[in-house]
């Protein structure tokens, strides 16, 4: 069989559309279709920035992270908050998923296109994506006719993309930071972007995680850390500090090249290399500055 015919057809991927919250509770929210997308631009804030969130695979608007990350983007009141929804190609197997992300990806650019023309300042846009949706928003990137100002990948989807070399990549807009969690397992070993920052060595277990039978719910808690510290940094944006490190062994170490920054929402864009920190096992996750000093009992 060949690879086209298990992959989003066009006309399944012209019932993507996307969501756009229009005042501060999940509830509140206007839908378009992505050929009908520039209608969305009536409800659009010029001047606040705009978000724009890519969820994962199996991912629903009512998902966990959904609801996590946009519920907290709600909360601040400082941005357009637009989620895409491809639940459609998102709920399907996975290799159907994973091979029709160059279309979701480019069907999602050319909706932005058109916004962009009628008004979104695209200099204000920051692309916000957790799993497969991180994959989604490299093609986005390398698809828009300008260049996205920052991309932030919440532990990018490993399977079938470190094989092909097919990555969430520094290029793909002015600014990529990722955060792993769930390294060479269900995110990426790839380490593309412009800062890359690994809470806890950025692999499992992460800490209050455990082994559990493969592609249960419970499985899945290292690759959900990643937006749920994400989520934390936009209510606390100094909850996680990072410090420049060649490997998690140096930054245990105590050995390291001076730098750090901030991990998720307060990511300076001028962060670049490998950032390592400690955390929590439990809400609050984000120790600050002291998460800079690895701490055996953690």
Known sequence: ?????????????????????????????????????????????????????????????????????VGAYLKRCDHNVVLANY?????????????????????????????????????????????????????????????????????????????????????????????HTDAGIYGTASNKGDANFYPNGGNRFQPGCKFSLPYSDNDFCSHHRSWQYFTESLESEDAFVGQKSKSYRSFKSGFSWGAVAVMGYGTPTTANGKFYLQTNSAFPYGRKYKGLTYDALF
């Open 1 to 69: 069989m060949p690879l086209t015919a298990i992959r989003a057809k066009p006309s399944e991927l012209a019932n993507i559309s996307l969501r756009l919250y229009t005042g501060t509770t999940l509830d509140n929210y206007v839908e378009e279709l992505v050929g009908n997308a520039v209608n969305l631009s009536n409800y659009l804030n010029s001047s606040k920035p705009t978000l724009l969130y890519i969820s994962g695979w199996t991912e629903t608007p009512e998902s966990s992270s959904v609801l996590s990350v």
């Open 87 to 179: 639940e459609d190609i998102a709920t399907r197997s996975y290799p159907f998923a994973a091979l029709s992300v160059p279309g979701v990806g480019y069907t999602l650019a050319q909706a932005f296109n058109e916004l962009v023309k009628n008004g979104l300042d695209s200099s204000t846009l920051h692309v916000v994506s957790h799993s497969l949706g991180s994959q989604v928003s490299g093609f986005f990137g390398k698809c828009v006719d300008f260049i996205v100002p920052r991309i932030t990948g919440l532990d990018p989807a490993g399977p079938g993309f470190d094989m092909m070399n097919e990555n969430l990549a520094s290029g793909d807009a002015r600014f990529v930071d990722i955060i």
